[in-house]
């Protein structure tokens, strides 16, 4: 068990759009610390969006990010022997993380197209309320609402 809890470190803004969300996407798409590949992915994403939408992409991706944004969430908590779900409230900042998170995963499990444009319909999707993150997000909403019951075991 650690002595003490491990200090929060600031995420560094995009240089483009000067945004510490969009610099935390980066860093979530990229892979063995090739920052600029990710970063040419994620700016070609936005200018996908942006000619597919006609709309401001940063405004559109914000948008989607809300809509697939976990409002409770279940965590596992072992009590006399049973594993129990319990359903828990998910901050702001681990909603958005983890909804960067589902936008990557879904984009990586489609095949057969360049990358910038995978983010791009999984952004777009999200943004008009559907596509594989959506659901996620439902899934999630469900089984904290089915565990209900197991709330007073919260922490």
């Known amino acids: 068990m650690r002595r003490r809890r491990a200090p929060k470190r600031d995420i560094l803004t995009d240089p483009k759009y000067d945004s510490p969300v969009i610099g935390q996407f980066i860093n979530i798409i990229m892979r063995d610390g090739k920052k600029s590949t990710a970063q040419r992915i994620v700016y070609g994403a936005f200018d996908v969006i942006a000619e597919k939408v006609k709309d401001d992409p940063v405004k559109t991706f914000f948008t989607a990010l809300d809509n697939i944004r976990p409002r409770m969430a ?82």
């Open 74 to 155: 279940v965590k596992p908590r072992r009590i006399g022997g049973a594993t129990y779900q319990v359903p828990l409230e998910v901050t702001k900042e681990k909603g958005m993380a983890t909804a960067l998170r589902w936008i990557k995963d879904f984009a990586l499990k489609k095949k057969g197209k360049p990358m910038k444009n995978k983010i791009a319909e999984e952004i777009i999707s999200a943004y008009k309320n559907e596509g594989a993150a959506i659901k996620k997000r439902e899934d999630t909403h469900k089984m904290a609402e089915a565990n209900r019951a197991f709330a007073h075991f919260r922490y």
